[in-house]
């Protein structure tokens, strides 16, 4: 799979911040992404009729419903389960690593971050699996 | 070494009347000044900046998202944050959210002055010359030093170098500046870690492993002083718990800084903060320590006690009138100075909002150092002895501060200089004695020759 074909679910409740990782992923050539800013509306996008992804990346707090809460339901459903799941987090917020990790997340980050270093990582992941 | 390079600094959306300040950084450096909006933000700018100064303008952007919006535009940068929002101005969050450093303005005007003049020095690679005050104090005479000394002369505004890496201390030179009434030679920024090598194997001669130098001793309590107050700034700080950690962190800073010396030599503790070139908090980290040697000197009050006042006395002023703030009281309208005469009110209204248990006499202390000797003082209008003797010394040691620091233009005053200037000052117009004239006599005995020699008051027991 190529940036290019990926299908990636992008989450933050900061229109900046969904807008930055967005212009940094088109740059990496990523040209199908779908934005949400909670978990509500990323299970909405996720639920729509024929829609497909390949990996959600997801802010950890956010109101309503925070990213962790996403990242538990996903895993706890029959459908989205094996979809891979980067969790990105500020500095300043009280998150664990461990947390994210037993809740099944792939990969974690810490912002800043490179987007599409982690996008590279992740689609070789997939094209591992695929083989 | 590398050739000097011109650093660029991008400013989106600063004032331009809070840049006087900064002048000395901003002429050394390629300006590019943005307005603050998402995209402008987002873009990349060329050349690309070496420093960001950002400040806050409404709420469409709140603070969080800007910190880490620049920080993933900007991953080396230093990005620094200005606002002029107090009640939601939480530098310990801008920092963890991204911003290098976070400034309220105008009041950390003289902070953001200092830390922008370092980070284009550093950036300019020796383009722009910093240097960072040394207290002779703390270097022992005949040893040789690996990094080059200045003196600085305020009336000509001039740094003259007088001793070069390998150089021994000069010692005639050090009496010399010594009848200047200066305690400090001037290190050049890039040479400051040599300087604390080299204490730091004093201090281990010494044994002294608790120790440190006189000039970290007042690096450290200004930037604790910062760290202890900008805590205090936000509106939101309203637990008895928050409040008790604050009281815990003014403790703290008390008896490991302010009360903290390797000297017993009164009168020599005095002197070392004279001739203080910094502007904003060493300000109140110099008066909490005088306060609290004169108060021993004079025999008043517990130092703790006088120190705390000290450290608090002038928080008040974060609650004045920006446009108040950003003016020196002398040049306020009568108007304004009726307002800015609030601040010793607004200082203990500030503390008890905190839920910061400080005592009466503390209180008593802040509230009234502005009160005058012959009762034209502010806010109560106080004379004499109605005026509690703790805030007498806190008046005297604010006053003193004052007077004997740098003054660009001017020579420094030394000690006894700066008490017969008050003393006469008082003695020519009865009218305008504004200091208990017992305690500026008896501190003036307390600097004659003699008694210097006799190390003045017996405090080796206060410390």
Same mark, same amino acid.
């Not at chain 2, 290098?100 to 003289?110: K, S």
């Not at chain 2, 608790?210 to 200004?222: F, H, I, N, Y």
């Given at each position: ?131 | ?65 800007? =910190?880490?919006?620049?920080?993933? !535009? ?28 976070? /400034? ?93 090598? /080299? ?54 800073? !008390? ?15 005095? /002197?070392?903060?004279?001739d203080d070139k910094e502007n904003g908090y060493s300000h109140a980290g110099a008066v909490s320590t005088l306060a609290a040697l004169f108060g ?66 503390? =209180? ?26 703790? =805030? ?18 001017k020579p420094v005053l030394s000690p006894k200089d700066a008490l017969q200037k008050m003393i006469q000052a008082q003695a020519e117009r009865p ?13 003036? !005995? ?18």
């Amino acid at each position: 799979m190529t940036n290019a074909e990926a299908r990636i679910l992008l989450i933050d409740d900061m229109p900046t911040i969904r807008k930055l990782v967005k212009m940094q992923l088109e740059k990496a050539g990523a040209k199908h992404i779908s934005e949400a800013a909670d978990g509500h509306q990323a299970w909405e996008k996720l639920s729509e009729p024929g829609a497909y992804f390949d990996v959600i990346i997801s802010d950890w707090m956010m109101p309503n419903c925070t990213g962790i809460d996403l990242l538990r339901r996903v895993r706890s459903s029959e459908k989205y389960k094996d979809i891979p799941f980067i969790m990105v987090t500020a500095e300043a917020e009280k998150c664990s690593v461990v947390e994210a990790k037993q809740a099944g997340c792939t990969d974690y980050v810490t912002k800043p971050f490179d987007v599409p270093m982690l996008l590279a990582r992740i689609i070789k992941l997939l094209d591992s699996k695929a083989a | 070494m590398s050739d000097p390079v011109k650093p660029v600094i991008a400013m989106f959306g600063v004032d331009k009347e809070i840049e006087g300040p900064l002048a000395r950084s901003l002429n050394a450096c390629e300006i590019i000044r943005k307005p603050v909006d998402l995209d402008t933000l987002m873009a990349e700018l060329t050349p690309v900046p070496n420093i960001i100064i950002v400040q806050k303008t409404g709420t469409e952007i709140n603070d969080q998202e800007l =910190a880490q919006t620049l920080r993933m !535009v900007y991953q080396e940068q230093v990005v620094y944050f200005l606002t002029k929002d107090k009640p939601t101005y939480n530098r310990k969050n801008l920092r963890k959210n991204g911003f290098t450093d976070a /400034y309220l303005i105008p009041l950390e005007i003289h902070e953001l002055a200092k830390d922008l003049e370092i980070s284009v020095s550093i950036a300019s690679k020796g383009g722009l010359k910093v240097f960072r005050p040394v207290k002779i104090i703390d270097l022992k005479p005949n040893d040789t030093l690996d990094f080059e000394t200045s003196v600085y002369f305020p009336v000509n505004k001039k740094y003259i170098k007088v001793g070069a890496a390998g150089d021994t201390i000069n010692e005639e030179l050090v009496i010399k500046i010594a009848n200047k009434h200066q305690n400090s030679l001037y290190v050049p920024l890039d040479q400051m870690k040599r300087f604390y090598e /080299y204490s730091a194997e004093k201090l281990m001669e010494l044994n002294d492993d608790a120790g440190m130098s006189e000039t970290e001793r007042q690096e450290r309590l200004t930037t604790a002083i910062r760290e202890l107050l900008t805590g205090m700034y936000r509106s939101d700080v309203t637990s008895f718990e928050e409040g008790q950690a604050l009281m815990n962190d003014c403790k703290e800073i !008390v008896k490991k800084l302010v009360l903290h010396s390797g000297s017993n030599n009164w009168a020599e503790r005095v /002197y070392q903060l004279i001739d203080d070139k910094e502007n904003g908090y060493s300000h109140a980290g110099a008066v909490s320590t005088l306060a609290a040697l004169f108060g021993m000197g004079l025999g008043i009050g517990k130092p703790d006690e006088l120190a705390l006042a000290g450290l608090l006395h002038d928080i008040g002023t974060a609650e004045l009138p920006v446009e108040i703030q950003a003016l020196p009281p002398e040049k306020l309208t009568p108007q304004q100075f009726d307002i800015y005469k609030t601040h010793p009110e607004l200082s203990i209204k500030l503390i008890k909002e905190r839920k910061i248990n400080v005592s009466d006499m503390v =209180a008593k202390t802040i509230v009234q150092h502005h009160e005058y000797f012959n009762g034209q003082g502010y806010p109560k209008g106080l004379y004499g002895d109605r005026i509690i003797k703790e =805030a007498q010394v806190l008046a005297i040691a604010d006053r003193f501060h004052y007077l004997t620091k740098v003054e660009e233009g001017k020579p420094v005053l030394s000690p006894k200089d700066a008490l017969q200037k008050m003393i006469q000052a008082q003695a020519e117009r009865p009218d305008a004695i504004h200091y208990n004239p017992e305690f500026l006599r008896k501190l003036l !005995v307390l600097f004659s020759p003699q008694n210097e020699e006799k190390s003045g008051p017996d405090i080796a027991k206060a410390g």
